[in-house]
């Protein structure tokens, strides 16, 4: 209770802001009051929130909070203190699906108490100030939470201010006498309120950002200040003055990880006149991550690499020291995350603002920006001068914001970041981003060519698709990516329908497992019902070139079998897309 008992004096020089910030409604201040011996006793900082094996202890422990508040609301005689207390206890119920959410909390709070009280003196009472820049680092990292707060903040106000905007579209229209005219009118109420505490969140947003940097730079300063006068009193050594030459409280400032063979030699290379340094080995032995909330992923953290060095110039009496920080870098522990942090690297490169500060960007941009950015990494990823059409890209519109039946420009229609790579495509079980990596992934390695030479007419939509081949004879087909697997190519073809007409069928995706096996234009040339590529070209022309082991007509005819095909649907008006 020592904390406690310390910091209940400050509260009453502390802003309400700044206390309503400290203990939120999910803890308020009678909580931290009556179980101040309690929550200290706890080892909370002995937890690690992404640990989910914690999470029954976790439960214990919430559990633990709310039978003692219960217990001081049955001994409490103030009738109101009891009513308020008993409220409280069941409130925080809250954390029940999610216990761990409640050790981040309590963590938080005391982390703060700490920062504002600083360390005790050796006589027992508070000092206002840190040795070592402590004091700016920790207000650093104050600030850094204060952030993730809002930003947690804007993400809730955005999901509840789609949702009220997407049930005001369902009643408007409705006549002043309508009994919904009402419910019409205090939506829309909302709807203007939600707006206005979203842009208040997103000025203060930005204030905190400023003031990270600041707090930044602070401590960045006191750095260097503290390195130079550890560098003096090593120079001062030499005549024997006393020199603690421990770097450890050096080492743990604006530093979040470990990494072992960090150091490499700065080559000249006289021909191009530049220098390099190669780190043959680097690895990183240990990570310290930042909180998360909600539904953030540790595939969303972004982190630098800090280079530095020091260059002697002849003449000179000081070396000049350089610093710089790299791309962003996420750091994964298995192979299965690389693409979703592929896709935060992504979206920071692609958007990301010049001089901004790091490692800031957009939640949302325009779809005219997203389409450079995808056909560009689409060109790159499979080595290919192609790039994707209009009507490739306008497909992929429909499918991020789900209109498929919708044919209007969608250049200036936001995208948001969980369009990309947080929600699930409805009806799948895989983001737009995982969906759209399989595409390049399958076409890098089993039909760049095919590709390159305009023989993949690519992502297609339904209604596209049926326009281009409802008057086609019976056999023409494309190939178009698929809809509903990962890293899959399908042929729509036009077939024969039972009642004597034509209907448009898809053949089973082919996976690159598929290709592996018998390659694409093999399987062309063994599916009797298809002869000729839209618009109208002979299949055997157009891909024997990637044809293998050919034999004559007759043969081959015997042979198609190998590689039969199963569709997958059939309609006569319109088509199932894969």
Same mark, same amino acid.
């Not at 039946?405 to 737009?432: C, H, Y």
């Given at each position: 209770?020592?904390?406690?008992?310390?910091?209940?004096?400050?509260?009453?020089?502390?802003?309400?802001?700044?206390?309503?910030?400290?203990?939120?409604?999910?803890?308020?201040?009678?909580?931290?009051?009556?179980?101040?011996?309690?929550?200290?006793?706890?080892?909370?900082?002995?937890?690690?929130?992404?640990?989910?094996?914690?999470?029954?202890?976790?439960?214990?422990?919430?559990?633990?909070?709310?039978?003692?508040?219960?217990?001081?609301?049955?001994?409490?005689?103030?009738?109101?203190?009891?009513?308020?207390?008993?409220?409280?206890?069941?409130?925080?119920?809250?954390?029940?699906?999610?216990?761990?959410?409640?050790?981040?909390?309590?963590?938080?709070?005391?982390?703060?108490?700490?920062?504002?009280?600083?360390?005790?003196?050796?006589?027992?009472?508070?000092?206002?100030?840190?040795?070592?820049?402590?004091?700016?680092?920790?207000?650093?990292?104050?600030?850094?939470?204060?952030?993730?707060?809002?930003?947690?903040?804007?993400?809730?106000?955005?999901?509840?201010?789609?949702?009220?905007?997407?049930?005001?579209?369902?009643?408007?229209?409705?006549?002043?006498?309508?009994?919904?005219?009402?419910?019409?009118?205090?939506?829309?109420?909302?709807?203007?309120?939600?707006?206005?505490?979203? /842009?208040?969140?997103?000025?203060?947003?930005?204030?905190?950002?400023?003031?990270?940097?600041?707090?930044?730079?602070?401590?960045?300063?006191?750095?260097?200040?503290?390195?130079? /006068?550890?560098?003096?009193?090593?120079?001062?050594?030499?005549?024997?003055?006393?020199?603690?030459?421990?770097?450890?409280?050096?080492?743990?400032?604006?530093?979040?990880?470990?990494?072992?063979?960090?150091?490499?030699?700065?080559?000249?290379?006289?021909?191009?006149?530049?220098?390099?340094?190669?780190?043959?080995?680097?690895?990183?032995?240990?990570?310290?991550?930042?909180?998360?909330?909600?539904?953030?992923?540790?595939?969303?953290?972004?982190?630098?690499?800090?280079?530095?060095?020091?260059?002697?110039?002849?003449?000179?009496?000081?070396?000049?020291?350089?610093?710089?920080?790299?791309?962003?870098?996420?750091?994964?522990?298995?192979?299965?995350?690389?693409?979703?942090?592929?896709?935060?690297?992504?979206?920071?490169?692609?958007?990301?603002?010049?001089?901004?500060?790091?490692?800031?960007?957009?939640?949302?941009?325009?779809?005219?920006?997203?389409?450079?950015?995808?056909?560009?990494?689409?060109?790159?990823?499979?080595?290919?001068?192609?790039?994707?059409?209009?009507?490739?890209?306008?497909?992929?519109?429909?499918?991020?914001?789900?209109?498929?039946?919708?044919?209007?420009?969608?250049?200036?229609?936001?995208?948001?970041?969980?369009?990309?790579?947080?929600?699930?495509?409805?009806?799948?079980?895989?983001?737009?981003?995982?969906?759209?990596?399989?595409?390049?992934?399958?076409?890098?390695?089993?039909?760049?060519?095919?590709?390159?030479?305009?023989?993949?007419?690519?992502?297609?939509?339904?209604?596209?698709?049926?326009?281009?081949?409802?008057?086609?004879?019976?056999?023409?087909?494309?190939?178009?990516?698929?809809?509903?697997?990962?890293?899959?190519?399908?042929?729509?073809?036009?077939?024969?329908?039972?009642?004597?007409?034509?209907?448009?069928?898809?053949?089973?995706?082919?996976?690159?497992?598929?290709?592996?096996?018998?390659?694409?234009?093999?399987?062309?040339?063994?599916?009797?019902?298809?002869?000729?590529?839209?618009?109208?070209?002979?299949?055997?022309?157009?891909?024997?070139?990637?044809?293998?082991?050919?034999?004559?007509?007759?043969?081959?005819?015997?042979?198609?079998?190998?590689?039969?095909?199963?569709?997958?649907?059939?309609? /006569?008006?319109?088509?199932?897309?894969?």
């Amino acid at each position: 209770m020592a904390l406690w008992a310390q910091m209940t004096p400050q509260l009453q020089y502390l802003p309400t802001q700044t206390l309503n910030e400290l203990y939120p409604d999910t803890f308020p201040l009678d909580v931290r009051h009556y179980l101040a011996s309690w929550i200290e006793e706890q080892r909370w900082e002995n937890f690690d929130v992404d640990n989910m094996e914690q999470k029954p202890q976790a439960r214990r422990l919430l559990d633990q909070m709310v039978h003692l508040l219960q217990e001081v609301a049955q001994h409490n005689p103030n009738v109101v203190e009891r009513v308020k207390l008993q409220h409280i206890s069941r409130n925080l119920s809250v954390f029940q699906p999610q216990p761990m959410q409640l050790v981040r909390t309590v963590r938080d709070i005391l982390r703060k108490e700490r920062h504002i009280l600083g360390p005790p003196a050796t006589n027992g009472t508070p000092q206002p100030a840190r040795e070592d820049g402590k004091t700016d680092v920790d207000n650093l990292v104050l600030k850094v939470l204060e952030i993730q707060n809002c930003r947690q903040t804007l993400h809730q106000l955005q999901e509840d201010l789609n949702w009220e905007k997407q049930e005001m579209e369902s009643i408007q229209g409705q006549n002043e006498l309508d009994p919904q005219h009402s419910d019409q009118v205090a939506r829309q109420t909302r709807i203007q309120q939600l707006e206005y505490n979203y /842009s208040v969140c997103a000025k203060k947003r930005v204030q905190l950002l400023h003031e990270a940097v600041c707090a930044l730079e602070q401590c960045q300063s006191c750095l260097i200040l503290r390195i130079k /006068s550890w560098r003096w009193e090593q120079h001062r050594a030499t005549i024997g003055v006393h020199f603690d030459d421990n770097l450890g409280p050096l080492q743990t400032c604006e530093n979040v990880g470990e990494l072992i063979n960090s150091t490499a030699i700065l080559e000249h290379n006289t021909a191009s006149k530049s220098t390099c340094a190669t780190f043959r080995n680097m690895s990183i032995r240990k990570i310290k991550r930042a909180d998360r909330k909600g539904s953030e992923s540790v595939t969303e953290e972004k982190f630098a690499l800090l280079f530095t060095t020091e260059i002697t110039i002849t003449g000179c009496e000081s070396p000049y020291s350089i610093q710089a920080i790299s791309l962003p870098v996420v750091v994964i522990v298995h192979g299965s995350q690389e693409i979703n942090a592929m896709a935060t690297i992504i979206w920071d490169c692609a958007f990301s603002e010049p001089n901004r500060i790091p490692f800031i960007v957009p939640e949302r941009v325009p779809w005219k920006q997203m389409c450079e950015a995808l056909s560009s990494k689409f060109m790159s990823e499979v080595q290919t001068q192609r790039c994707l059409d209009g009507y490739n890209l306008h497909f992929l519109a429909q499918k991020i914001f789900d209109q498929p039946d919708i044919s209007e420009d969608f250049s200036n229609m936001p995208v948001s970041w969980a369009q990309f790579n947080k929600e699930v495509l409805p009806g799948r079980n895989f983001t737009f981003w995982q969906w759209f990596e399989g595409v390049m992934d399958l076409t890098k390695k089993c039909l760049r060519d095919y590709w390159s030479e305009g023989l993949i007419f690519g992502f297609i939509g339904k209604q596209h698709l049926h326009v281009i081949l409802q008057n086609k004879p019976n056999g023409t087909f494309l190939l178009r990516f698929s809809d509903s697997e990962i890293g899959g190519i399908t042929i729509a073809y036009v077939g024969p329908s039972d009642n004597g007409g034509r209907k448009i069928q898809n053949i089973q995706p082919f996976t690159k497992k598929d290709l592996d096996s018998a390659g694409l234009g093999d399987r062309i040339r063994d599916i009797n019902c298809i002869t000729h590529v839209h618009p109208d070209l002979p299949k055997n022309e157009v891909f024997k070139k990637f044809f293998t082991g050919m034999t004559s007509s007759t043969t081959r005819t015997s042979q198609r079998t190998h590689y039969p095909f199963v569709p997958k649907t059939s309609v /006569s008006v319109g088509m199932h897309f894969s």
